[in-house]
């Protein structure tokens, strides 16, 4: 193939850890009727990604390496299909296209349904857009859509600091809760600033003694770690919901739950371009802030696997792309 059918990429060859990502070329995407073609400018990086790229996550979705990794996207419209009429070559778009099967996000261009996108904030660049679009739907689906949390309600946020948290804390905060997020004691004064009413050190104090009566509780630790799903069942009034986005609801934790009188629901995001044209909104009038750890070349983005792995960032980790 010439040079204009290819693209610059980000390729994985085999399951395993980082070092199994490394530069390449690859086909350059056409869009099908009803689809566009977006000239990615950042991508970002999530659990997920390096989840499925050692062979958990969404691996089995993906089919056999070679692949190429990523779902969130901030770029330009560069080429519309038969039958795209809310979008146009030029615009400045975001969007989580296609999850949970492949969208190749780690490239110069994808491709994917218009309606997986919508315009991007106004206010902030491509890199910043980018840490947006999986993160903030899925607080935005379990806030809104499975939890239907209301003004006047407590939600407990856990991981309150990372990617998918300080999105949560922010949107329960506009739905008009009372936000209790947990995360180490360095970060508490600025998920305060983020509107957290109550900040829990999870290092220090088991959060089930210092929290309870809540109608909502987003765990984005899972069961895996410390038992924290069945724990959290502990700090629920009864009728409330347990959202469990790593591990799920297990059939034992459903037991438990129903037990006590709650809900145990486990939750995979989808594209949503009406909601995040919602959240662009948000984030225009300053009522949502987005959270960048760390801002990294394409062609590092095994280095950002790795420092995702870690464990320890507050926000998300991007990949630029191009100017």
Do not use: C
Request: charged share 20%; glycine share 10%; aromatic share 6%.
């Amino acid at each position: 193939m010439s040079s204009e059918e290819t693209m610059r990429a980000v390729v994985q060859d085999a399951l395993g850890g980082p070092e199994v990502l490394h530069p390449g070329r690859v086909a350059k995407p056409s869009p099908l009727p009803t689809e566009i073609q977006v000239e990615v400018h950042a991508a970002g990086v999530n659990p997920v990604d390096w989840k499925s790229r050692a062979d958990g996550g969404v691996a089995g979705l993906l089919g056999e390496p070679p692949f190429v990794l990523g779902w969130d996207v901030s770029g330009v419209v560069s080429e519309v299909g038969f039958g795209v009429h809310t979008l146009k070559v030029g615009d400045e778009v975001y969007g989580m296209p296609w999850f949970p099967r492949p969208a190749g996000a780690y490239a110069e261009y994808v491709t994917a349904p218009s309606r997986h996108f919508a315009l991007k904030p106004r206010s902030i660049d491509h890199d910043r857009a980018a840490a947006v679009p999986l993160a903030a739907l899925t607080a935005w689906q379990i806030l809104v859509d499975t939890a239907h949390v209301e003004k006047g309600q407590r939600v407990l946020v856990h991981a309150a600091a990372g990617g998918v948290g300080h999105f949560a804390v922010q949107i329960a905060k506009h739905l008009g809760a009372y936000v209790i997020g947990t995360a180490s004691a360095a970060k508490h004064d600025w998920l305060r600033a983020l509107g957290a009413d109550e900040v829990v050190d999870y290092t220090s104090v088991r959060f089930e003694d210092a929290v309870s009566d809540v109608d909502a509780v987003i765990d984005l630790v899972g069961d895996e770690v410390d038992a924290t799903s069945t724990r959290s069942l502990a700090t629920l009034r009864r009728g409330g919901i347990l959202v469990a986005v790593p591990s799920g609801a297990s059939p034992d934790l459903a037991e438990r739950a129903a037990a006590r009188g709650v809900r145990a629901n486990a939750f995979l995001v989808e594209p949503d371009g009406p909601a995040l044209a919602r959240i662009a909104e948000l984030i225009d009038l300053g009522a949502i802030r987005v959270e960048v750890a760390d801002v990294l070349p394409l062609d590092s983005a095994a280095e950002a696997h790795r420092r995702g792995e870690q464990g320890r960032t507050q926000g998300k980790i991007v990949l630029h792309v191009r100017d």
